[in-house]
């Protein structure tokens, strides 16, 4: 504190009817007040200081006073020897993560050198055959390498030190030289891939060779094939308590399980070497949107996608393949179902453990309906303009989007339900399945429909009546797509029977998973947008030009969590994003098209 070091009992007596002077002491002068800064030491006999902005200086003839107003109280404004920190107590518990105040506080307290605890070296090694580089010209059967970049952020999060080594074909002897390398100047190695129990996958010998098998798959789904070992490396005498232990963990190579695996098993090895408690995740109950069912035998991670609907969460399942990393990166958080259990039932509440904060659930949009890349783009658009704000979308079909509404389930539905009747999309539809839920019709984008089909069209595919020909096989969508109504509609109109339609029951959940197909020669072609097939540098045949709408309960339509959704659809720019895909008009795109009352209660 600037100002003036008195002794407090000089000070009695003053006030604004009688001020006190007190001479100013200096350099050769006595005095009883003393000019002081922040920090410095009260000269002797002084015991407070009174503020620069309290004293009123007067410059006499003997010298420089300053006049008071107040008294001052012993030890006002002084900060005596020891408040802060005093020899011989703590400053810092063991196993206490550095705070930058921490680092001040421990070199106030005299300390120039902590010790500290290590950060764990970890090499993670890919195996494969098939690996590449990310960024490489691909050629069939390449996989491109990235699970070693996924755990080496993983570790870096946990306070690790991550080592990416080389991918390595299957080759035992490369493996193990490399292993055995690794393991020298690391306290931990991962070999990701080569875990099961295939002719190429040899993690588990080499562990069984260099040390010790600890355990060889755990019951978890996706990620059974784990390893836990310990390595066993020679010391500088020949006894085995001199030898260098270095544990090892062999992690499945589908993306998924690497993801999973690695939080359950490193995350945990890691944060023991830091001294560090296991990070757990923040949970909140949800209700599932749909069923799910689950082998016994293995604990399931499920990952879903949440939203609260209002007063409620909703939990929406993802694809659950261990090798749909997009699962893991659309996820907002994971349902473990237990071993006994076999699935639930709609609507069953769960627990989920989850991957993003949980305030921002109330800020995401869930739009559960029929697909279109429109929505990612409009995911994308919210994303830039209103940080925070996110479109959670789940595909399920048209159909499974109104349903999904009449449950109360989600914020908006994406559909284009043909009414063959009318010739009209989705108001009949709404009508039969939301009878009692006023929504607004709002449009959305009209598109082309048609066959997908590989470059050059090599089957020479011209139109629906080509789906008969024993030589071509079909990709189609899943029941309840407004794609496969349309697809059965314009079949009966043809005369021809699904049955003869070589690959009618395989099915796709999306456009792009439809194009997919098409593109790796698992069909010949398969019905979808435009959009996907130019997406993916694929042929179309054009068949239907259709109108894909978005469905809005009132109650939702006119709060404040979708007005910047709306704002989006209704800007010009956005229009224009979206026809820059090409397949797209947007002649009606932010205008209401009809609202639908619902019956009365």
């Not at 995350?267 to 082998?295: D, F, I, M, Y």
């Not at 659950?320 to 071993?339: Q, Y």
């Amino acid at each position: 504190m600037d100002g003036y070091a008195v002794a407090a009992e000089d000070t009695r007596g003053a006030s604004e009817a009688q001020p006190l002077r007190l001479a100013v002491g200096a350099a050769g002068r006595a005095g009883r007040a003393f000019y002081v800064d922040t920090g410095d030491p009260l000269p002797p006999g002084a015991n407070a200081v009174i503020m620069v902005e309290d004293v009123q200086p007067v410059q006499t003839a003997d010298g420089a006073e300053i006049e008071i107003l107040a008294p001052v109280a012993p030890w006002q404004h002084v900060r005596p020897m020891g408040e802060d920190m005093v020899a011989t107590e703590l400053i810092l518990p063991a196993n206490h993560r550095l705070r930058p105040q921490d680092i001040g506080a421990a070199a106030g307290a005299g300390h120039t050198r902590l010790n500290v605890r290590r950060r764990p070296r970890i090499a993670i090694q890919p195996t494969g055959t098939e690996l590449v580089a990310p960024g490489s010209d691909l050629k069939p059967g390449d996989i491109v390498e990235y699970n070693s970049l996924v755990i080496a952020a993983m570790v870096t999060e946990w306070g690790g030190l991550p080592t990416r080594l080389s991918p390595l074909a299957d080759d035992y002897a490369a493996i193990r030289d490399r292993v055995l390398e690794a393991a020298a100047t690391h306290d931990l190695v991962i070999v990701n891939a080569g875990s099961s129990a295939g002719s190429e996958d040899f993690t588990a010998r080499i562990v069984a060779e260099l040390g010790e098998l600890l355990v060889h798959g755990i019951a978890i789904r996706p990620g059974h094939p784990v390893i836990l070992g310990i390595l066993t490396l020679p010391g500088d005498a020949a006894s085995l308590a001199e030898a260098r232990r270095v544990p090892i963990i062999g992690l499945p190579g589908y993306p998924v399980s690497t993801a999973l695996t690695c939080e359950l098993l490193v995350g945990p090895t890691v944060a023991a070497w830091l001294g560090r408690p296991e990070a757990e995740r923040p949970t909140v109950e949800a209700a599932l949107t749909r069923k799910v069912v689950s082998p016994q035998g293995d604990e399931e991670f499920l990952r879903v996608t949440l939203g609260q609907v209002g007063e409620r969460i909703v939990a929406t399942p993802l694809p659950g393949g261990s090798g749909v990393l997009m699962s893991l990166v659309r996820a907002d958080g994971i349902v473990r179902i237990p071993r006994g259990d076999q699935g639930y039932e709609p609507g069953a509440a769960v627990t989920v453990h989850l991957l993003r904060a949980p305030e921002a659930l109330r800020r995401t949009i869930v739009a559960i309906g029929s697909h279109d890349l429109t929505l990612d783009l409009l995911a994308d658009e919210l994303g830039q303009r209103y940080p925070g704000h996110t479109l959670s979308s789940a595909n399920v079909g048209s159909l499974g989007g109104l349903l999904a509404l009449a449950r109360g389930e989600a914020h908006l539905a994406g559909s284009h339900l043909l009414d063959e009747a009318t010739g009209d999309y989705n108001t009949a539809y709404i009508r039969r399945l939301l009878p009692q839920t006023p929504v607004v019709l709002l449009g959305f984008v009209e598109r082309e429909q048609g066959l997908i089909v590989p470059r050059g069209n090599p089957k020479g595919i011209r139109s629906l009546s080509d789906l008969a020909r024993p030589d071509v096989t079909f990709i189609n969508r899943q029941r309840g797509a407004g794609t496969r109504v349309l697809l059965d509609f314009r079949l009966r109109q043809a005369d021809i029977s699904p049955r003869v339609v070589q690959g009618y029951e395989r099915q796709e959940f999306t456009h792009l998973a439809v194009a997919a197909a098409v593109a790796s020669g698992a069909a010949d072609c398969g019905m979808g947008i435009l959009a996907a097939a130019r997406a993916l540098d694929l042929d179309f045949v054009p068949l239907d030009h259709e109108r894909y709408d978005l469905v809005i309960p009132e109650r939702f339509y006119e709060s404040a969590l979708l007005a910047p959704l709306l704002a989006i659809i209704r800007d010009p720019a956005f229009a224009a994003r979206v026809e820059a895909l090409g397949g797209y008009a947007t002649p009606a795109i932010g205008r209401v098209l009809d609202r639908l009352p619902g019956a009365p209660g």
